[in-house]
DNA sequence: CACTTGACCTGTCCGC
DNA sequence: TGCGGACAGGTCAAGT
């Protein structure tokens, strides 16, 4: 297929975080709850976590989802956990046309498992192609045929089955701060964001103890919002910033949620060109483009140890 | 304890 | 055209 130059980037920046995590939990609601486990196919040990073995004959019961982790729970009191990391995507397959015809499956199963597409570096993007594929890391084989892939290129993300009543207390869960989309989550945030007074604004947006489910790109966005430089220590940072700052990670992500239905018709135009995916972002891979609030050219630095974008002139040097 | 840096991985891009 | 190296980023371990 042609790879159009843009195209390598545009996966790049389509790391699962919350919004894309939520899209991939409501497409497995729909798909995989109610389908019994036949046997699950693990290529790459390290990817999953248990004996998967103990997952015969068990059946999907919800899909649930906490900050950027993925909770599949299962009858018999057992929960699949998951998290994608950077490249992880989880596809569905029908099993409506055969074995044999993997290239010819039933409209459902076409459907989500493209709007599943998220993560990044798939050979094929917007279409994925048979599978498994290299990139393929434990396949969950239902009784009827379908079957749900896990793939991750890097290895970084895992599957781990546990018990249920032990969810809580999977170790980044067990930290994790509150659901920006849930609730009144600013009492919790502020207290949480003001214990790493001494840290820079954008790290602490990015721990997911201060706040779940912000990743590199919402934290720029939240950041280009509320008009607050990224290297802003907490402490300099005031109430009402903290406040737009969360409103504003909330907006972006509520846009980008909004958008995930129909990211992935037009994800790739005819000429490889970016997605849907950026038309939510104000500053995220946008150096060297004109601020949409006052023109001045966007700038990209390494703030917290990550790529950071940012309006020079609507996000002032802290200092003074 | 607060905070920073490196490791984990693979594919892609860039300069030579 | 091919190759080495930088880079991408979520989380954890190890370091200051």
């Not at 079957?147 to 009543?165: E, M, V």
């Not at 103890?209 to 934290?219: K, P, R």
């Not at 060297?288 to 996000?315: D, L, N, W």
Request: aromatic letters at 6%.
């Amino acid at each position: 297929m042609c790879q159009g130059p843009d195209l390598g980037r545009a996966r790049l920046a389509r790391v699962p975080e919350l919004p894309e995590v939520e899209t991939v939990r409501r497409g497995l609601a729909e798909l995989v709850v109610g389908r019994t486990i036949d046997w699950i196919d693990v290529l790459e040990p390290k990817c999953f976590i248990g004996d998967p073995a103990a997952l015969t004959g068990h059946v999907f019961a919800a899909a649930r989802r906490r900050g950027k982790v993925l909770i599949l729970d299962l009858d018999g009191g057992l929960s699949l956990v998951a998290h994608l990391k950077m490249t992880g995507q989880m596809v569905f397959r029908g099993g409506g046309a055969g074995p044999d015809a993997p290239g010819v499956s039933a409209d459902p199963a076409e459907a989500v498992q493209r709007s599943h597409n998220w993560g990044a570096g798939h050979p094929t993007d917007s279409l994925i192609g048979d599978l498994p594929d290299r990139s393929t890391r434990v396949v969950v084989h239902f009784t009827d045929r379908a079957a749900l892939y896990f793939n991750d290129q890097r290895k970084f993300g895992w599957l781990a089955l546990t018990r249920s009543d032990q969810v809580q207390r999977v170790p980044l869960i067990a930290k994790m701060g509150p659901e920006p989309l849930e609730g009144d989550p600013w009492p919790e945030f502020r207290r949480r964001a003001r214990r790493h007074q001494g840290t820079s604004i954008k790290a602490a947006l990015l721990n997911q103890e201060v706040v779940a489910g912000i990743g590199n790109i919402y934290a720029d966005e939240a950041l280009w919002h509320a008009r607050v430089h990224p290297a802003t220590r907490v402490g300099d940072v005031s109430d009402a910033k903290l406040k737009a700052l969360l409103a504003g990670a909330a907006a972006s992500m509520e846009l980008s949620l909004s958008l995930g239905g129909s990211t992935d018709r037009n994800y790739v135009d005819a000429e490889g060109r970016r997605g849907a995916y950026l038309d939510f972002a104000e500053v995220f891979r946008r150096d060297g483009q004109p601020c949409r609030r006052c023109g001045r050219e966007i700038v990209k630095t390494r703030v917290a140890g990550r790529g950071t974008h940012y309006c020079p002139k609507c996000q002032r040097e802290p200092r003074a």
